[in-house]
C-alpha cells in the first residue's frame, strides 16, 4: 500500500490516478489509446509474473495456482472472441446508405458523359 495525502492507494490504483491526473492535475499524461493498452498489458503481466514466480513472497494454494498459469491463454481467447463477437455484430447491424448510393451513381453517370463528350469511349 502507498500513502498519498493520507490515502492509502495499491500500487495499481495509484499508478491509474497518477496517469489520469487525478492526484497532481500538473503531471497529468496524455497517451495514446496504444499507449493505455500497453501499460495496463505491462501491469497485469508484471502482477501475474510476480504472482506466479512467487516474487511477492505469498504462499498460494495450488488451486489458485492452477488457474493462475493459463491464465493469459484465456484472457486472449476471451479477448479474440469478444472482437469476433464485436465484428460479427457491427457486420450484421450495418446500415446501407442508400442516400449516397444513388448520389454516387449519379456523379458516375455524369463522370461518363463528360467523359464521352471529350470522346473516351467505354
Do not use: N
Not at 495514446?32 to 516474487?55: E, F, P, R
Not at 458516375?108 to 464521352?116: P, T
Request: one cysteine or more; glycine letters at 10%.
Amino acid at each position: 500500500m502507498l500513502s498519498v495525502g493520507g490515502l492509502r492507494l495499491s500500487l495499481v490504483r495509484f499508478s491509474f490516478l497518477l496517469l489520469r491526473g487525478a492526484l497532481l492535475p500538473s503531471l497529468a499524461v496524455t497517451m495514446t489509446k496504444l499507449a493505455q493498452w500497453l501499460w495496463g498489458l505491462a501491469i497485469l503481466g508484471s502482477t501475474w509474473v510476480a504472482l506466479t514466480t512467487g516474487a511477492l513472497g505469498l504462499e498460494l494454494p495450488l488451486s489458485c495456482q492452477e488457474v493462475l498459469w493459463p491464465l493469459p491463454a484465456y484472457l486472449l481467447v476471451s479477448a479474440g472472441c469478444y472482437a469476433l463477437g464485436t465484428v460479427g455484430y457491427r457486420v450484421a447491424t450495418f446500415h446501407d446508405c442508400e442516400d449516397a448510393a444513388r448520389e454516387l451513381q449519379s456523379q458516375i453517370q455524369e463522370a461518363r458523359a463528360d467523359l464521352a463528350r471529350r470522346g473516351l469511349r467505354f
